[in-house]
């Protein structure tokens, strides 16, 4: 099966082998994580490991490209693994069902490319400060909800993100802790902000408040990060072969 032919007449043979050789880590396989996790494969990435402790919720399939009606309940990094080797059967696809946390014991030296999709503000502020002291290149994906506009999908250094209320507030967080980042992180942002027009949960001190999501702006901030590591990969490697 000659599945990235298209692929190789784009990138050339070295560019694709390229894509082949490169370690990767997604943590989060939600609205973000699992476009992402789909762009990579499909573009030729075979060693992929996701991160993702959570279940497919019913609430989760307006979004989430693995979840459906008949994945709710299932695990969904071995849905979205399960999913992917179908595209691509000699990938290397590693699942764990686990939460990033503080000393959680990821073995991030490992890898070329980790990508941050997660939501946790906590966790997500520490997976960054753990990973920009790795020797590969960081990418994070901002807030994706309450948005609508695809045009206003942007790409910045985590110091030069505007109008985004989760980045604010992880620069708020780590300024006041006195941990910044060691090496610049590029991140996908987005500073349209909309209000909640629909029923749902009310806020509760202490707690996320959840928001509305749309499937095209969730997919975009996932497809951009995959292109930032694929550009990456390539801009290391010849467009052609010589």
Not at 119 to 128: E, G, Q, V
Not at 133 to 141: E, I
Request: aromatic share 6%; glycine share 10%.
């Amino acid at each position: 099966m000659n599945i990235f032919a298209r692929t190789e007449r784009l990138v050339g043979t070295q560019g694709l082998q390229k894509l082949a050789a490169a370690r990767v880590i997604l943590f989060g396989t939600g609205g973000v994580g699992s476009w992402c996790a789909e762009a990579l494969v499909r573009s030729g990435i075979s060693h992929l490991t996701l991160v993702d402790s959570d279940c497919v919720d019913e609430t989760n399939i307006n979004r989430q490209l693995m979840a459906t009606t008949r994945t709710v309940g299932k695990v969904k990094v071995e849905v979205l693994r399960d999913r992917l080797l179908e595209i691509n059967p000699e990938a290397d696809i590693t699942a764990l069902q686990r939460r990033y946390t503080l000393g959680a014991g990821f073995q991030l030296d490992g890898y070329d490319y980790i990508i941050d999709a997660i939501d946790s503000l906590t966790d997500k502020a520490n997976l960054l400060l753990e990973a920009s002291h790795c020797p590969g290149a960081v990418y994070s994906s901002m807030g994706a909800a309450c948005k609508k506009d695809p045009t206003q999908v942007r790409v910045a250094e985590f110091f030069e993100v505007r109008g985004c209320p989760l980045g604010a507030a992880l620069r708020k967080r780590m300024r006041k802790n006195g941990t910044l980042p060691a090496k610049p992180i590029l991140c996908v942002y987005d500073a349209e902000v909309l209000p909640n027009l629909g029923p749902g949960q009310e806020p509760v001190p202490g707690k996320a408040v959840i928001n509305g999501t749309l499937a095209h702006i969730t997919g975009i901030f996932g497809f951009t990060l995959a292109g930032l590591v694929i550009q990456d990969i390539l801009d290391k490697s010849p467009l052609a072969d010589n």
